[in-house]
């Protein structure tokens, strides 16, 4: 290796690569991916801003508690879309949690305001 | 002194009537907050029965803030594969956000090899669904906290307005239509489904459906996606995409004949397809026949489309492999 900075590049390359989907890993065949969503001349960009989105979208979900290896296999399985759709937002996006008892807490609620007003009522 | 009792019981009429109205204020208002449930009484979705409810979907009860992987581990089981909440713990669990990401349900059950699919933000695709026998995940807000909440919808009376959910702790939780409404919207009406890959969702769109399909071969599952094109293109015969991707699938299982054929068949109905023409140029060159490669890769070469860089890739390396 020459300088620092090629080593450097070819480190980047290495890690982006954890990402290349598989159908690209296939040499010389077109991936179904790049045929159903991106098909303008700047697909080749649209590629490495993908790359790089899913080591942000990586990163955060390391941040919120996921181990290295879990947050990059979290961010392979999800598409180019789903990782745009992520990058930046993972802090505000819902995240399922509650346990439904809620909803049955609220049409407790209202039965028994039901039941107060008619006994309110017959008491006339 | 008049006791607060007293003075409510005496007032009670005055008191009763001001809560009625309210009430009928409410109820006469509350068909704008569920546009989607008057839109679905008026009309029951084309070709579904009035009821119908999925006995068979198993229910796994959720622990803390986990109606994520129990939701996913309820339907994921629905459509043949075996989990539990637990294993997919990891899968689309965030702990510091305590909850699930609704792409990340989405994605987790294509690693298991699954198609996964969002359906359209609307009461009809929900009931058609059900009634074409697939459990669906729904996501709510319960307005207390961040109330956010995946439950997955099992059964529906159209005749009585009626939904049936595993919900939280419920096995069987029965709400009328409005009021899952209520909670539902707030998500923007967010529903999935988890197809195994022989099966097409009822209200699935061609084009989205295909996409699906991309996202599952996107994860390495060459075998279920292959079975997914297939019934995708018994469905949607003319779909020169989804050719190219069952092709793909052959490749990536090592069988170039398969892969060959479609290709040739996708090369008759698309002959101005760059993308088709190199993967069967490549296929060729593969099983060596790089001669027959070499007019197919020049005529994908003449389209000049976006793919030029990979076509003139694929070509320098069939000209290598006839030493020229």
């Not at chain 1, 300088?3 to 991936?31: D, E, H, N, S």
């Not at chain 2, 339907?75 to 990340?104: F, H, I, N």
């Not at chain 2, 299982?253 to 993967?279: F, H, K, M, T, W």
């Amino acid at each position: 290796m020459k300088t620092v900075w090629a080593r450097m590049f070819c480190r980047l390359l290495v890690a982006l690569m954890i990402w290349t989907p598989y159908q690209f890993a296939t040499a010389g065949m077109i991936g179904t991916e790049q045929v159903v969503t991106a098909s303008s001349a700047q697909a080749d960009r649209a590629l490495v801003t993908s790359f790089l989105n899913r080591g942000d979208v990586a990163q955060q979900l390391q941040s919120l508690g996921l181990s290295s290896k879990a947050a990059q296999d979290r961010v392979a399985s999800l598409t180019d879309q789903e990782v745009q759709q992520l990058a930046g937002k993972i802090q505000s996006l819902p995240a399922g949690a509650s346990d439904g008892a809620d909803i049955a807490v609220a049409i407790l609620i209202i039965a028994a305001i039901a039941v107060v007003v008619w006994y309110l009522w017959k008491r006339m | 002194m008049v006791s607060l009792e007293t003075h409510v019981i005496k007032n009670a009429r005055a008191i009763a009537s001001v809560f009625l109205l309210s009430c009928a204020a409410l109820i006469q208002g509350c068909a704008s907050w569920t546009p989607q449930t008057k839109a679905l009484a008026e009309s029951r979705p084309e070709g579904v029965p009035g009821a119908h409810e999925l006995t068979e979907v198993p229910f796994f009860a959720q622990s803390d803030y986990q109606c994520g992987p129990a939701s996913l581990a309820m339907v994921m089981v629905a459509a043949g594969v075996k989990t539990t909440p637990d294993e997919l713990v990891p899968e689309v669990y965030l702990p510091e956000r305590k909850g699930s990401l609704q792409v990340e349900m989405l994605a987790a059950p294509r690693r298991h090899g699954l198609v996964t699919y969002e359906l359209a933000p609307n009461y009809a695709a929900l009931i058609r669904e059900i009634a074409a026998g697939t459990p669906v995940i729904l996501l709510q807000n319960l307005g207390i906290k961040e109330g956010w909440h995946y439950a997955v919808a099992i059964g529906y009376d159209w005749d009585n307005g009626m939904l049936q959910l595993r919900s939280g702790g419920n096995e069987r939780q029965e709400l009328p239509f409005a009021m899952n409404e209520m909670a539902w919207r707030r998500s923007g009406y967010w529903a999935m489904v988890a197809m195994p890959p022989d099966r097409i969702p009822a209200t699935a769109e061609e084009a989205r459906w295909l996409s699906a399909i991309a996202a599952l071969e996107r994860t390495g599952q060459a075998a279920p996606a292959r079975t997914a094109y297939r019934a995708f293109l018994e469905r949607w015969p003319s779909n020169v995409n989804a050719a190219i991707g069952l092709a793909n699938s052959h490749y990536a299982l090592g069988d170039l004949r398969a892969a060959e054929q479609v290709l040739r068949d996708a090369a008759q109905r698309a002959p101005d397809s760059d993308i088709v023409l190199n993967n069967l140029a490549q296929v060729l060159a593969d099983q060596g026949r790089a001669a027959e490669a070499l007019p197919i890769i020049d005529r994908a070469a003449a389209v000049g489309g976006s793919h030029a860089d990979a076509v003139g890739q694929t070509r320098s390396e069939i000209l290598k492999k006839l030493n020229r």
